[in-house]
Nanobody
Framework: QVQLVESGGGLVQPGGSLRLSCAASGSIVSIYLMGWYRQAPGNERELVARITRSGITNYADSVKGRFTISRDNAKNTMYLQMNSLNPEDTAVYYC?????????????WGQGTLVTVSS
């Protein structure tokens, strides 16, 4: 059973930083595209950033220059370094990944971690 587990969310003041982690576990053969998404109250889920297995990245315009996505393939883990946070970044952040287990390639979601930016 493959699982994605996020961690690192919490309450931070405007201008502050947080680092999110997403750890994949289970019968994993390989992890391909990974990404962070977020959903604010009343809004649809939106892409924040994605990263390929080889490290190619792309970001939503709203986070360019402030957020950095990275991954450690040996640890099956992805990260999101978030700097210069503002209240508009408040949302539940979700990890997403295309994972090949022993039998099939599937898309997985984590349970989400809440980020609140407030003074």
């Amino acid at each position: 059973q493959v699982q994605l587990v996020e961690s690192g969310g919490g309450l931070v003041q405007p201008g502050g930083s947080l680092r999110l982690s997403c750890a994949a576990s289970g019968s994993i053969v390989s992890i391909y595209l990974m990404g962070w998404y977020r959903q604010a109250p009343g809004n649809e889920r939106e892409l924040v950033a994605r990263i390929t297995r080889s490290g190619i990245t792309n970001y939503a315009d709203s986070v360019k220059g402030r957020f950095t996505i990275s991954r450690d393939n040996a640890k099956n883990t992805m990260y999101l370094q978030m700097n210069s946070l503002n209240p508009e970044d408040t949302a539940v952040y979700y990890c997403n990944a295309d994972i090949l287990d022993q039998y099939v390639l599937k898309n997985y979601w984590g349970q989400g971690t809440l980020v609140t930016v407030s003074s």
